[in-house]
T-cell receptor, first 117, second 110 residues
Framework: DARVTQTPRHKVTEMGQEVTMRCQPI?????VFWYRQTMMQGLELLAY????????DSGMPKDRFSAEMPDATLATLKIQPSEPRDSAVYFC???????????????FGSGTQLSVL | GENVEQHPSTLSVQEGDSAVIKCTYS??????FPWYKQELGKRPQLIID?????GEKKDQRIAVTLNKTAKHFSLHITETQPEDSAVYFC?????????FGSGTRLSIRP
């Protein structure tokens, strides 16, 4: 059963430290999303990629967040420096998206629970 | 860009009763509307979806309706059971991305 793999599952760090979250999308999927889940904001879109190209990262605080996809099997989300308000669950999701009419459902990873002290 | 509003934020129903969650979207070009269920501590998982060329879709006890004119869509769960307790998210897809609502925490009372 194919799954999106996220690491680490949990991360506790101190304010000011760099945090890197990793995602391995399902083999063959060409679209990767990063979402942040907080109690108040639901699932907030941070950035997404199609065929490894970044399409939109307007949801991310640019001064501290960066998202990359160095190859088709790895997407990363970095926070530097981290702040307590970044504490949340970060989800990666992947899907196959060919055209406006062709779309398959999103598969979510298990998430990274981030706590910044 | 697309904006999705979801109501209510919390919902408590008696086991066996029906539950209805409502969403509105802003971008008339959106053409795909999935619903995801997230159990406590788990990842969101797709439970049902509807495309803009369909007005209603049903799968056993769950159904989704879409009103394109009003830009409304709703999730209906009938004969609710304890395992229906979860957070439910609606979403809308515009030209290239999927935007989620803020979620509804559904509790089923025994």
């Amino acid at each position: 059963d194919a799954r999106v793999t996220q690491t680490p599952r949990h991360k506790v760090t101190e304010m000011g430290q760099e945090v890197t979250m990793r995602c391995q999308p399902i083999l063959g999927h060409n679209t990767v999303f990063w979402y942040r889940q907080t109690m108040m904001q639901g699932l907030e879109l941070l950035a997404y990629f199609r065929n490894r190209a970044p399409l939109d990262d307007s949801g991310m605080p640019k001064d501290r967040f960066s998202a990359e996809m160095p190859d088709a099997t790895l997407a990363t989300l970095k926070i530097q420096p981290s702040e307590p308000r970044d504490s949340a669950v970060y989800f990666c999701a992947s899907g196959y998206w060919e055209s406006w009419e062709e779309f398959e459902k999103l598969f979510f990873g298990s998430g990274t629970q981030l706590s910044v002290l | 860009g697309e904006n999705v509003e979801q109501h209510p934020s919390t919902l408590s129903v008696q086991e066996g009763d029906s539950a209805v969650i409502k969403c509105t979207y802003s971008d008339s070009a959106s053409n795909y509307f999935p619903w995801y269920k997230q159990e406590l501590g788990k990842r969101p998982q797709l439970i049902i979806d509807i495309r803009s060329n369909v007005g209603e879709k049903k799968d056993q006890r769950i159904a989704v309706t879409l009103n394109k004119t009003a830009k409304h869509f709703s999730l209906h769960i009938t004969e609710t059971q304890p395992e229906d307790s979860a957070v439910y998210f609606c979403a809308a897809r515009d030209a290239s991305k999927i935007i989620f609502g803020s979620g509804t925490r559904l509790s089923i009372r025994p």
